[in-house]
Nanobody, 112 residues
Framework: QGQLVESGGGLVQPGGSLRLSCVVS????????MAWYRQAPGKQRELVAT?????TTNYADFAKGRFTISRNNAKVYLQMNSLKPEDTAAYYC????????WGQGTQVTVSS
């Protein structure tokens, strides 16, 4: 059983929305800043958003105003609005700093 299990991706048109979820093992969730990362084909994995145990959030510039990270009950969420084709990537959750094996990720494809 994985410690980090992402879901919620899919194919969406530009301007659409998706809500990603990540189930996190309790011991990890309760003690760590959590984050969403993404990796587009041919590119390095990049940080999208973070949330501390106290709920303080931070976003990459490309995510500000469009994405919202939240956490509750051993789950981490990423609400993504106004999606653009350049948001196409596999999305992963993990701690910040990185501390655990990557999950399988969830694919987000933004295309008309």
């Amino acid at each position: 059983q994985g410690q980090l299990v992402e879901s919620g991706g899919g194919l969406v048109q530009p301007g659409g929305s998706l809500r990603l979820s990540c189930v996190v093992s309790g011991s990890i969730f309760n003690s760590n800043t959590m984050a969403w990362y993404r990796q587009a084909p041919g590119k390095q994995r990049e940080l999208v958003a973070t949330i501390t145990t106290g709920g303080t959030t931070n976003y990459a510039d490309f995510a500000k105003g469009r994405f919202t990270i939240s956490r509750n009950n051993a789950k981490v969420y990423l609400q993504m609005n106004s999606l653009k084709p350049e948001d196409t990537a596999a999305y992963y959750c993990n701690t910040l700093p990185l501390g655990y094996r990557w999950g399988q990720g969830t694919q987000v494809t933004v295309s008309s």
